[in-house]
């Protein structure tokens, strides 16, 4: 195997060919994949995945692809997590450089409010859903993190995401009773 872990520096242009073709010429997470790619090669000839039954080239390629196919996924994942409704403009708007105080100060309210709602989930799920969600860990690297299977983790994630979207949806739904309440009392 060690003249297998030596071909893969001349692995480098099957790789970059290879999530060309599934991601696009111009991907924004080119050079992370190809190096994560290139890593899950290695790994796999390190724990005796290649067995040398086919080409060294073909078998990164098929890897690069899946490499590709789990970024796809985890950005579609990523995508469906805040925005339940694309008419909720509340969850859909986009921060722009000319937001005023009031903008800023509701954004970091609800930066607040997510943190609380971690807070609320058993240790373990927080992590994994902090570790994926807001610092962007694969799956299999928080699974790795936390000592746990990735099915797991999966299951932790999924599940760890469904509340905080729900206690989000409360803690808006008890905000907008208070700010209904603090204009009543302000009227004679």
């Not at 509701?106 to 240790?123: D, F, K, S, Y």
Request: aromatic share 4%.
């Amino acid at each position: 195997m060690t003249s297998d872990r030596a071909d893969v520096a001349g692995l480098r242009p099957v790789v970059e060919a290879t999530l060309r073709s599934v991601l696009g010429m111009n991907d924004f997470e080119h050079d992370d994949l190809v190096q994560c790619a290139l890593e899950h090669v290695l790994r796999g000839i390190d724990k005796g995945a290649y067995h040398g039954t086919s080409p060294l080239r073909s078998w990164a390629a098929t890897i690069a692809r899946n490499v590709a196919i789990d970024a796809l996924r985890s950005r579609s994942r990523d995508r469906s997590l805040f925005v339940r409704d694309e008419s909720d403009e509340a969850l859909s708007e986009k921060a722009s450089a000319d937001d005023g105080p009031d903008r800023i100060a509701e954004m970091r309210r609800r930066c607040e409010a997510i943190e609380v709602a971690l807070l609320q989930l058993p240790p373990q799920t927080a992590e994994v859903v902090y570790l994926h969600d807001s610092l962007g860990y694969r799956l299999e690297e928080v699974a790795e993190s936390v000592g746990m299977s990735v099915a797991a983790a999966q299951s932790r994630l999924v599940r760890g995401r469904r509340r905080v979207v729900d206690w989000m949806c409360a803690f808006e739904a008890n905000d907008n009773d208070a700010a209904v309440t603090d204009d009543d009392s302000a009227r004679p």
